[in-house]
T-cell receptor, first 114, second 110 residues
Framework: DTAVSQTPKYLVTQMGNDKSIKCEQN?????MYWYKQDSKKFLKIMFSYNNKELIINETVPNRFSPKSPDKAHLNLHINSLELGDSAVYFC?????????????FGSGTQLSVL | GQQVMQIPQYQHVQEGEDFTTYCNSSTTLSNIQWYKQRPGGHPVFLIQ?????EVKKQKRLTFQFGEAKKNSSLHITATQTTDVGTYFCAGPVAGTALIFGKGTTLSVSS
């Protein structure tokens, strides 16, 4: 079983559309994250949830809305997609929201906005 | 804001040569972590350093944490083609999320 799984792996869509990416972890971790990796491989934190509660919300456009129905799931919904949203989105989890906890990443979702 | 800087951005070596990537923070870090991302893959945790001046080894990889806990390095001895990928350092910001350096992409030719 994959520890952190996210779907879909690839997402190709038109500007202006709304799309969602789903993430699930079976590690029993309390904290989940969304990171965005641009074409230069820069990994930037977007959101962090601890036990379903939003902990970190970086300066991300409000077109991005995370939702955590339970601590094993963290989904990302994106409204009115723009060209600049094209990137690889990684979900990650850690045992607890402590700064010394290592992250386990999902395999990523390659989003291409045309 | 707090940043984690990493150099070089790219490095190409011949198989068998050594490789080093350096990481610097604008502030003191409580710990630093290193990750490796293979081409087309996802970041995978390699190691965490916590103590000032700490040195840890994993086979041909040597990790160091500076005395001031503001810098770190990863050194690979006698690179192999399996070492290809992007190496990231990451440190905690404001006691919360991990902030990643921009990574060093290593390519190895045989």
């Amino acid at each position: 079983d994959t520890a952190v799984s996210q779907t879909p792996k690839y997402l190709v869509t038109q500007m202006g559309n709304d799309k969602s990416i789903k993430c699930e972890q079976n590690l029993g971790h309390d904290t989940m994250y969304w990171y965005k990796q641009d074409s230069k491989k820069f990994l930037k934190i977007m959101f962090s949830y601890n036990n379903k509660e939003l902990i970190i919300n970086e300066t991300v456009p409000n077109r991005f809305s995370p939702k955590s129905p339970d601590k094993a799931h963290l989904n990302l919904h994106i409204n009115s997609l723009e060209l600049g949203d094209s990137a690889v989105y990684f979900c990650a989890s850690s045992r607890a929201g402590q700064v010394n906890e290592k992250l386990f990443f999902g395999s990523g979702t390659q989003l291409s906005v045309l | 804001g707090q940043q984690v800087m990493q150099i070089p951005q790219y490095q190409h070596v011949q198989e068998g040569e050594d490789f080093t990537t350096y990481c610097n923070s604008s502030t003191t870090l409580s710990n630093i972590q290193w990750y490796k991302q293979r081409p087309g893959g996802h970041p995978v945790f390699l190691i965490q350093l916590v103590k000032s001046g700490e040195v840890k080894k994993q086979k041909r990889l040597t990790f160091q944490f500076g005395e001031a806990k503001k810098n770190s390095s990863l050194h690979i001895t006698a690179t192999q083609t399996t070492d290809v990928g992007t190496y990231f350092c990451a440190g905690p910001v404001a006691g919360t999320a991990l902030i990643f350096g921009k990574g060093t992409t290593l390519s190895v030719s045989s």
